[in-house]
């Protein structure tokens, strides 16, 4: 689990209350409410108005300075780099409030990717995958799934139930076993899953294989969202920016 999935129990637990009642249309609206708030909230918190307030006051002076010029080209010079240093002084106060505001979001972003990206299929569903080994002689045509109850053989992926495991093996090495959270991918663990997890886990270390592909079925979405925006994502962040300039102009934020 990496840091921005510590609050997925909590996300998960009031998702499974309303998406039972609510579409997901408007389960998206509510996490993009949701979203637009934290953001907004944490960027008023953070940001030092006081200072932004004298900083916009000096440049805008500094530019009407500008504009006033009447003398020579070198003494310009000056009042160019004034209104640079005052700008980026500007810039500098916004910024680390405006980057510390998208964490909030990275919580409930990685939360819903692994809730509405991909779905579990039934049981006995063809999900086609794709072995990559470390080498060229990683032997990916001989990796199969034994049925660890039968222990029957099966190149290809059948869902298996909740009751029943299948492991991906060579004959030697056991590499990964079904069922799992459906993920596209599974890879052995890298620097970035310290902050975003994995919900399907890793592939060992030593193990000879690279990373295995799946393609598992989407989650279903309106058609109107998946044919103009591509999926839930886009609606989510287009929705979640339209709120967060609510937000600003109703509680008088500038910068």
Avoid at 91 to 103: E, N, Q, R, V, Y
Wanted: net charge neutral; aromatic share 14%.
């Amino acid at each position: 689990m990496g840091v921005f999935d510590w609050l997925t129990p909590i996300l998960n637990w009031f998702d499974d209350l309303i998406s039972p009642v609510i579409p997901l249309t408007f389960i998206l609206i509510i996490w993009a409410l949701i979203s637009a708030l934290l953001g907004v909230l944490t960027f008023r918190k953070l940001c030092q108005f006081d200072r932004l307030t004298d900083t916009k006051t000096q440049l805008k002076s500094a530019q009407q300075t500008m504009i006033d010029h009447d003398g020579d080209f070198a003494d310009l010079l000056p009042l160019a780099w004034q209104n640079i240093k005052l700008s980026l002084k500007r810039m500098g106060i916004t910024l680390w409030p405006a980057l510390t505001s998208i964490i909030p979001v990275m919580f409930i972003l990685v939360f819903l990717s692994n809730r509405y990206d991909l779905q579990a299929p039934a049981q006995g569903m063809l999900v086609p995958y794709t072995v990559t080994a470390e080498t060229e002689q990683g032997g990916e045509p001989d990796w199969y799934w034994l049925n660890q109850d039968n222990m029957q053989k099966h190149k290809q992926l059948h869902w298996p139930e909740k009751t029943t495991t299948l492991t991906l093996t060579n004959g030697d090495t056991e590499v990964f076993s079904a069922p799992f959270k459906p993920v596209g991918i599974i890879h052995k663990k890298h620097w970035w899953n310290l902050l975003i997890g994995n919900p399907a886990g890793y592939l060992s270390e030593d193990s000879p294989i690279k990373q295995i592909t799946f393609e598992f079925p989407q989650k279903t979405v309106p058609d109107w969202m998946q044919n103009y925006l591509g999926g839930w994502l886009w609606f989510y962040l287009l929705v979640t920016v339209l709120f967060s300039v609510v937000l600003m102009i109703r509680l008088k934020i500038k910068f």
